[in-house]
């Protein structure tokens, strides 16, 4: 007998963390919100803002491990 195993979603911690702050709302009710559970015009907006942020923490986490690759590099 196989069981479906469905993985979580991981989200970054530090964007929740952002739009927490910012919107006041429980982490419960923004992974919902982002996750497509929740609907209306204040999830639209959370959704959007999530992978706005999401997106520009990915390219800074890149363009630090970047630099960090060439600083070790020319230190050899």
Known sequence: ????IKSKPSYNQDVLKIIKEKHGYSY?????????D?????CDLIKAEYKRL???Y????ESQSN???KEINSNK
Request: overall charge positive; aromatic content about 4%.
């Open 67 to 69: 630099r960090l690759k």
């Open 1 to 4: 007998m196989s069981k479906n």
């Open 54 to 56: 999401d997106n520009e």
């Open 58 to 61: 990915k390219i800074l986490r």
């Open 28 to 36: 419960d009710y923004i992974r919902k919100s982002i996750r497509g």
């Open 38 to 42: 929740r609907v209306g015009i204040i």
